[in-house]
């Protein structure tokens, strides 16, 4: 009988794609994927340490997967908490049997084993020539849009983030080795992928920088979108904007993590940039790439972050006036330097923050998104929408449109006019791409 697997992903798009990974080389081993925890032998948890409630979440569920673990089965936490944490884990919670980190992955079905016949596993090496290059993912259900590891670990080292401490140093797979993965995934009918890094335009294999990296993944036959996440804002050299706006695949959009816009607090953060750089950046993103979108990641409450600083990060929200953000309250993490940092930001300041920079953030995209209704753009149909016999799309600069299922593939390209938003997503009707109408008439 072959074994089941069931596996939660939380966290990042990393996450998604490592779980992707750890699919692909359970299956080569015998192992099925089961929806199920209860028909499970081996249950795993992929996680997140990025921010304490991320974390708190996890124990929750572990606690509660404690009912469906089979006798003699196994339950492991694998990823950036089980790096973080390692050895406390398995101290802190008895019933977990396998503790392993980002770069463990390859010997999972041993360890896995060894788990299997009561050791109490526990594997965080950092094994920075580990890109996992030969495994084959598992895809199912994301065929016509995959995401491909390029770069792992970070080198920079921003005060606030785990990330170095649980992934490691920066380090860049082989041009060649990516280049055979989207080849292969274009093959199986792949258009659309998106490269991932945690500073992902740093990349660099020693011989070939980003940009001969974007231009290389355009040429794919086959490949209709290129996309990346997350960038660092100091890392778009011009050679690199050359290939953004030369290369007719990489789509107009870029996530462009500013963080604050008080280049004091970017100071203390060691984000590397000013107000006025990440400012900079923005225009030559603008003038390479007319009409690019761009969304943001922002702390609130950083410590030593005061009224004023706050009050700079809204005045760079309005004005970058960016088409979406992810916004968070800091969360302090044990080992990052930001530790040791004095005036913290109490918490119900910095909920109050939060608030008032989401009713900014939401205005901006609105006045943004109302002046897109009625314009026609190319969109990639991805899967059911939540919201009755709708299917959900995507358009280049990342908008998500609902549009009728009217016998229309998922994975198929199409062209529809926007005719309304919620401010945030639209709705749309197919239209015929200009190219078909000169076809036709
Ligand atoms: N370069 C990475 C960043 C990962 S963390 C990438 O691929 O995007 C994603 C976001 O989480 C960061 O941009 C930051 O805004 C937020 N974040 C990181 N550490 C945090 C912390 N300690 N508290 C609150 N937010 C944090
Ligand atoms: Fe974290 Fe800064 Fe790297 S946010 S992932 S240390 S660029």
């Avoid at 966290?11 to 490592?18: A, I, K, P, T, Y």
């Avoid at 099925?32 to 929750?60: F, H, K, M, W």
């Avoid at 659309?192 to 945690?198: K, P, R």
Wanted: with cysteine; charged share 30%; net charge negative.
């Amino acid at each position: 009988m072959t074994k089941q697997v069931y596996i939660e992903t939380y966290g990042c798009q990393m996450n998604v794609s490592d779980t992707d990974t750890i699919l692909g080389l359970l299956k080569t081993d015998g192992y099925s994927q089961t929806q199920s925890p209860d028909d499970a032998d081996v249950i795993l948890v992929n996680t997140c340490a990025i921010r304490d409630n991320a974390e708190q979440r996890v124990y929750g569920r572990v606690g509660e997967l404690k009912r469906h673990k089979q006798k003699g089965g196994v339950l492991g936490v694998v990823g950036c908490m089980a790096q973080r944490l390692g050895s406390d884990l398995l101290e802190e919670v008895g019933h977990v049997d396998l503790v392993v980190g980002p770069d463990g992955y390859r010997t999972l079905p041993e360890l896995i084993e060894r788990a299997g016949q009561g050791d109490r596993v526990l594997d965080v090496s950092f094994r920075t020539s580990e890109h996992y290059d030969d495994v084959v993912g598992n895809g199912e259900g994301t065929k016509g849009s995959r995401f491909v590891t390029v770069q792992r670990g970070c080198n920079y080292r921003c005060t606030f983030c785990v990330v170095p401490m649980t992934r490691g140093d920066e380090r860049s797979r082989k041009l060649s080795d990516v280049i055979g993965e989207v080849e292969r995934l274009a093959e199986a009918d792949t258009t659309e992928v998106t490269l991932l890094g945690q500073t992902v335009n740093s990349y660099n294999d020693g011989t070939h920088d980003f940009s001969d990296l974007l231009r290389a993944v355009g040429k794919v036959d086959g490949i209709k979108r290129v996309r990346f996440t997350s960038p660092h804002p100091n890392d778009f050299s011009g050679r690199l904007l050359s290939a953004m706006a030369e290369v007719p695949e990489v789509c107009e959009h870029v996530h462009l993590p500013m963080q604050s816009g008080s280049s004091a607090v970017l100071k203390k953060m060691v984000r590397r940039y000013t107000r006025e750089s990440f400012l900079d950046t923005v225009q030559r993103l603008r003038s390479a790439v007319p009409e690019i979108a761009l969304t943001t990641d922002i702390i609130v409450g950083f410590p030593g972050e005061t009224d004023r600083d706050f009050e700079e990060t809204l005045s760079l929200v309005r004005e970058v006036s960016f088409d979406d953000a992810f916004m968070f309250k800091y969360s302090l993490r044990d080992g990052t330097p930001a530790v040791k940092l004095r005036d913290r930001v109490p918490e119900d300041v910095s909920s109050e923050r939060l608030q008032l920079l989401i009713e900014t953030v939401r205005d901006e995209a609105r006045r943004k998104n109302l002046r897109l209704v009625g314009k026609t753009m190319e969109v990639l149909v991805e899967k059911p929408a939540r919201r009755g016999d709708l299917l959900q799309a995507r358009t280049r600069t990342n908008k998500v449109v609902l549009v009728e299922n009217e016998g229309i593939d998922l994975w198929s390209y199409l062209h529809v006019r926007l005719t309304g938003t919620t401010g945030s997503t639209f709705t749309g009707v197919p239209v015929k791409a200009r190219k078909e109408l000169a076809v036709w008439e």
